[in-house]
């Protein structure tokens, strides 16, 4: 069993900066694969960015990339999502997920993901 805490959530203008940590309790974290989904008002959960077990292989959604960057520290049990250039539009739940089957895939969509942190609010003020 594995349990996720999101944390670092706030609200900042347009072009700011904030970093999401979640942080997972359990000896095995070091072996899943991580990923950040959000979910916007009226919207369906939608996928951020994903990052294998080792931490050198990464997914990002198109419109994410260049502006945010996820991360992870095995020592501390801990995932981190650096967002930069922030937008309104990036206000959102945000979500941390676990993948537990030890793939070598990286999921894109939350059916690959089987553990769920309870999330953390951004929200980007234009």
């Known amino acids: 069993q594995v349990q996720l805490v999101e944390s670092g959530g706030g609200l900042v203008q347009a072009g700011g900066s904030l970093r999401l940590s979640c942080a997972a309790s359990?000896?095995?974290?070091?072996?899943?694969?991580m990923a950040w989904f959000r979910q916007a008002p009226g919207k369906e959960r939608e996928f951020v960015a994903a990052i294998n077990w080792s931490g050198d292989r990464t997914s990002d959604a198109d419109s994410v990339k260049g502006r945010f960057t996820i991360s992870r520290d095995n020592a501390k049990n801990t995932v981190y999502l650096q967002m930069n250039s922030l937008k309104p539009e990036d206000t959102a739940v945000y979500y941390c997920a676990a993948d537990s089957k030890r793939t070598v895939v990286l999921h894109t969509t939350d059916r690959g993901y089987d553990y769920w942190g309870q999330g953390t609010q951004v929200t980007v003020s234009s």
């Open positions: 359990g000896r095995t974290f070091r072996s899943y694969a």
